[in-house]
Structure formats: C-alpha cells, structure tokens
Nanobody
Framework: QVQLLESGGGLAQAGRSLRLSCVASGRIFSINTMAWYRQAPGSQRELVAD???????TYVDSVKGRFNISRDNSKNTVYLQMNSLKPEDAAVYYC???????????????WGQGTQVTVSS
C-alpha cells in the first residue's frame, strides 16, 4: 500500500517561513511528478507547485519568487519551502504524487491527508 504523509504545517506570522515535507512510502517502483496543492475554506483546491522526476518545476503565479518546491528522490520526498508568507497563503496543503507501484505497469495518483498552514497578520 502506497501512502503519502505530509508534515511541517502550522502557524506562522506574515513574512515568515514554513517548510512542508511529504514522504511517499510503500511498495514503490518509481515516482513521476510530485506536487503541492492547497485549499482554503470556500475555495477550490489549486495547484501551488509541481516538480517532475527530472527536476522541472512550475508554480502558480501567486507564489512565484516566494515558494520553492524540491524533491529528494533517494528519500521519496518532496518539499515546499514557503517564504514571505501572506495571510492569503493560509490553507490546507496537500501533497500529490504520481506513482508506479511495484509489480504494476501503470502509474496511479496518490494524495496525502493534508496539513494546515495558518498565517497571522
């Protein structure tokens, strides 16, 4: 069974930083794209950033220059470094990974349970 486990959320003052981590565990053959999404109350879930297994990244415009996504393939882990946080960054952040499990011939999309990020002004 493949699972994603996020950590690193919490409360931060505006202008400060938080770092989120997401570890994929289980019988994994390979991991393709990994990504972070967020969902604020009353809003749709939105893609914040993603990173391919080759290291190519994309970001939503609202976080460009402030957030950085990275991954450690040896640890099956993706990170989201969030700097210069703003109150509008507050949301539940979800990790997503496209994973090929062991002994299977296709990838499946997995989601973490979410971690809350709160930003005080």
């Amino acid at each position: 069974q493949v699972q994603l486990l996020e950590s690193g959320g919490g409360l931060a003052q505006a202008g400060r930083s938080l770092r989120l981590s997401c570890v994929a565990s289980g019988r994994i053959f390979s991991i393709n794209t990994m990504a972070w999404y967020r969902q604020a109350p009353g809003s749709q879930r939105e893609l914040v950033a993603d990173i391919t297994n080759g290291g190519s990244t994309t970001y939503v415009d609202s976080v460009k220059g402030r957030f950085n996504i990275s991954r450690d393939n040896s640890k099956n882990t993706v990170y989201l470094q969030m700097n210069s946080l703003k109150p509008e960054d507050a949301a539940v952040y979800y990790c997503r990974a496209d994973i090929v499990p062991m002994r299977l011939a296709q990838w499946y999309r997995y989601w973490g349970q979410g971690t809350q990020v709160t930003v005080s002004s």
